[in-house]
């Protein structure tokens, strides 16, 4: 079975930084994508980035483009989020996931997910 375990969130102010890391295990975690997605309260979960098995391929939302960089460490099991320039918008509870299938870089079946780490970015 995949476990997905976040952790780094915290409160931070406008224009700081933070990154999320992501610990997985089950499954080989290098040969599989892996994805971060948000969800602020009252709203849907959106996508926010995502990583192919190699590193190699990557896609971001534009809401965070230029600012967001996931990475991951395939001898560590990791993946990782990294978030400059925060603005409170961003303020989320943030979700690793796993696909369910051997998709590349999938845009559906994002099926495993962790517990979520709270970002809170103030004014």
């Known amino acids: 079975q995949v476990q997905l375990v976040e952790s780094g969130g915290g409160l931070v102010q406008a224009g700081g930084s933070l990154r999320l890391s992501c610990a997985a295990s089950g499954r080989t975690f290098s040969s599989y994508a892996m994805g971060w997605f948000r969800q602020a309260p009252g709203k849907e979960r959106e996508f926010v980035a995502a990583i192919n098995w190699s590193g190699g391929r990557i896609r971001y939302a534009d809401s965070v483009k230029g600012r967001f960089t996931i990475s991951r460490d395939n001898a560590k099991n990791t993946v990782n989020l990294q978030m400059t320039s925060l603005k409170p918008e961003d303020t989320a509870v943030y979700y690793c996931?796993?696909?369910?299938?051997?998709?590349?870089?999938?845009?559906?079946?994002?099926?495993?997910w962790g517990q979520g780490t709270q970002v809170t970015v103030s004014s």
């Open positions: 996931a796993a696909p369910v299938n051997g998709a590349d870089l999938p845009v559906v079946g994002w099926r495993y």
